[in-house]
């Protein structure tokens, strides 16, 4: 079975730090994707990575930035974290091909203070 | 662009009670379905999928079939239990158009009372 594993379930923050989330996949899988989830808004794509050192703004990229070095690893980085930045942070894997399910980790509860 | 709309929520029924939930879409390509479910405080998991017109993704009691002519993937199960209670996402993926992104619903929470 696939396994994706966020670094934290749950990580409390204060405004203006740099915070990163941190995420790996054990299946060898080329894509590798960060979502937001907030109530009544679903899931946003916040960035996304087809390969190492390759990156791809999602929908809502304002505020983050990502680093793939290892094809496993996907980090996403919030710059200088601010209160509306709370939220539950989701990372996900894929194979490549259109017919590929994405994998989802467990998410990050992220609180900023 | 690529869309996918579900039955608004939430959705409360009994125990052993049949379960439908609506799922359109629209894609310019030829998309693959999927419906994912999430537990409280869980991230999403594959429930199942259908990559081509006509076929049916089922899991755990759950089923859906790919109707290329409503474009639709409506999610059924024939006796819910307490335990299904979740929110559960469809999605889709257009190769040709957006590559391996999904374009998920807006969810439909699901609760099961005994």
């Known amino acids: 079975d696939v396994k994706v594993t966020q670094s934290s379930r749950y990580l409390v923050k204060r405004t203006g730090e740099k915070v990163f989330l941190e995420c790996v996949q054990d299946m060898d899988h080329e894509n590798m994707f960060w979502y937001r989830q907030d109530p009544g808004l679903g899931l946003r794509l916040i960035y996304f990575?087809?390969?190492?050192?390759?990156?791809e703004k999602g929908d809502i990229p304002e505020g983050y930035s990502v680093s793939r070095e290892k094809k496993e690893r996907f980090s996403l980085i919030l710059e200088s974290a601010s209160t509306n930045q709370t939220s539950m942070y989701l990372c996900?894997?894929?194979?490549?091909?259109?017919?590929?399910?994405?994998?989802f980790g467990d998410g990050t509860r992220l609180s900023i203070l | 662009g690529d869309s996918v709309t579900q039955m608004e929520g939430p959705v409360t029924l009994s125990e052993e009670a049949f379960l439908t939930i609506n799922c359109t879409y629209t894609?310019?390509?030829?998309?693959?379905l999927f419906w994912y479910v999430q537990y409280p405080g869980e991230g999403l998991q594959l429930l199942l999928k259908a990559t081509k017109a006509d076929d049916k993704g089922s899991n755990k009691g759950f089923e859906a079939t790919y109707r290329k002519e409503t474009t639709s993937f409506h999610l059924e199960k024939g006796s819910v239990q307490v335990s299904d209670s979740a929110v559960y996402f469809c999605?889709?993926?257009?190769?040709?158009?957006?590559?391996?992104?999904?374009?998920f619903g807006e969810g439909t929470q699901l609760t099961v009372n005994p």
């Open positions: 990575s087809y390969d190492v050192k390759m990156k």
């Open positions: 999605a889709l993926s257009d190769w040709g158009t957006s590559g391996s992104r999904l374009t």
């Open positions: 894609a310019t390509g030829y998309p693959s």
């Open positions: 996900a894997s894929s194979g490549t091909g259109g017919n590929q399910p994405q994998h």
